[in-house]
């Protein structure tokens, strides 16, 4: 009896090795690529990419079977200890030191070794051992699941079932282990933590400041209102009273053009004021959610400090996804030699477009946002102007550090 029970205690032990090897591989397996090469595109090959990119339903089959072997292996251990090695002679507490010995150096130790120098290898030989179990191991691991969520359900009581929302310092955490354990990809921790940095954002990160802004005087005349407005580069125009920071309201121009240019005060709407340390979300989620009008953003003492729509906020989370690349053309013009161009608006095209040379002044780049960040040599704040080959360039929009607006000016021609 003790021989066939010692053979059965060493193929235990032998597969005990081979899923404690697979587990600590699981754990520490990374670059698997030219494992990957090696074993081809067959079903192997499949699996080891399914566990590189999702190691948890692979684990948590592995520590199933391990706890599986090693109670059986107790079991059968106290067995041979109590029954045949007794009888034979044996101390039975020397014979179960030795026991245990050998099932922790040989079933744990010298597997999990080897496992953590070659990670890859060790997931190939087992993938290949341990195939056939597959069939009894998925089932039986759903079914645990289930029973485990079932007896949760039943003996934890009901107002101690709530969680506690997630900090963000915890789903941080949370995302960086994810990476390192190869869930997730560079580009997509890059896009949850990009999403994070949301929280973070105030309206003054993402308005259009009060330099860049198209304002006209209530007391203006018609003439002078209509014009201001015909020729607003903006969809929206601030109207003040008395000095600037006396916001009146604001008009939009699209809808003053569509209603056929009727007197301004008919299309003037009263905007929310908030203050400039507002949180982007509460902003979207207060005021913007269901309405088209801006809000007009104020400093601690009431002053104007830019406006904010939903737009802005749009050409700051979704830039990188959907560049903003201009109105209906990279060239708009407002007027008495003003233009309003597109960051991207390429400099041969204004050569041909305006007849002016600024190529010379490029040093190579070819667009007129390149050239305004080189000539200045920092990322430059809305408002920024300089004079370069004949004309008068204004920064009017920068998002995410690349400039999306600028304003050019040409210089009158001297006519001999």
Excluded at 66 to 91: E, H, Y
Excluded at 280 to 304: K, S
Excluded at 316 to 329: C, F, H, M, T, V
Excluded at 358 to 363: M, T
Aim: net charge negative; with cysteine; aromatic share 6%.
């Amino acid at each position: 009896m003790l021989f066939p029970a010692l053979l059965l205690y060493l193929a235990l032990l032998a597969l005990l090795a081979v899923i404690s090897a697979a587990e600590t591989a699981i754990h520490s397996v990374r670059d698997v690529e030219k494992q990957l090469q090696a074993a081809g595109e067959g079903s192997v090959a499949r699996r080891l990419r399914e566990i590189s990119t999702n190691p948890f339903a692979p684990l948590q089959q592995a520590q199933l079977l391990s706890a599986a072997l090693n109670l059986s292996l107790a079991a059968l251990g106290v067995w041979i200890v109590t029954g045949p090695l007794k009888q034979m002679g044996w101390n039975p507490w020397l014979a179960s030191c030795l026991l245990f010995l050998s099932t922790v150096i040989f079933g744990d130790i010298v597997p999990k070794f080897f496992a953590a120098r070659s990670p890859a290898v060790v997931l190939l030989v087992s993938l290949r051992l341990l195939r056939p179990l597959r069939r009894v191991l998925d089932p039986l691991t759903g079914f645990v699941d289930r029973m485990a969520d079932a007896l949760l359900s039943y003996l934890v009581p009901h107002h101690l079932k709530t969680r506690l929302p997630v900090t963000r310092d915890e789903f941080e955490t949370l995302v960086e282990m994810r990476q390192e354990q190869g869930m997730l990809g560079s580009e997509e921790g890059a896009m949850i933590h990009e999403a994070l940095e949301i929280e973070g954002l105030t309206v003054r990160d993402c308005m259009v400041p009060r330099v860049d802004l198209a304002m006209m005087s209530a007391e203006d005349s018609e003439t002078q209102t209509a014009a201001l407005l015909e020729r607003a580069a903006g969809r929206f125009v601030i109207v003040y009273g008395e000095t600037p920071d006396s916001v009146l309201g604001i008009i939009d121009a699209s809808v003053w053009k569509l209603s056929g240019r009727p007197p301004w005060r008919d299309c003037l709407q009263m905007p929310a004021f908030v203050p400039e340390t507002m949180p982007i979300l509460d902003a979207l989620n207060e005021h913007l959610r269901n309405q088209t009008t801006p809000l007009i953003i104020v400093d601690e003492y009431g002053g104007l400090e830019g406006m904010i729509s939903r737009r802005e906020i749009a050409d700051w989370l979704l830039y990188d996804a959907a560049p903003w690349r201009g109105e209906a053309a990279d060239i708009r013009d407002l007027g008495h030699g003003r233009f309003l161009l597109d960051g991207g608006a390429r400099l041969d095209h204004l050569r041909d477009e305006l007849s002016i040379d600024l190529e010379a002044e490029a040093g190579g780049i070819d667009t007129i946002g390149g050239l305004v960040f080189t000539h200045l040599g920092h990322v430059p704040k809305p408002g920024e102007r300089f004079h370069l080959g004949g004309a008068h360039i204004k920064v009017r929009r920068v998002v995410r550090a690349r400039i999306q607006e600028v304003e050019l000016r040409l210089e009158p021609k001297c006519e001999e």
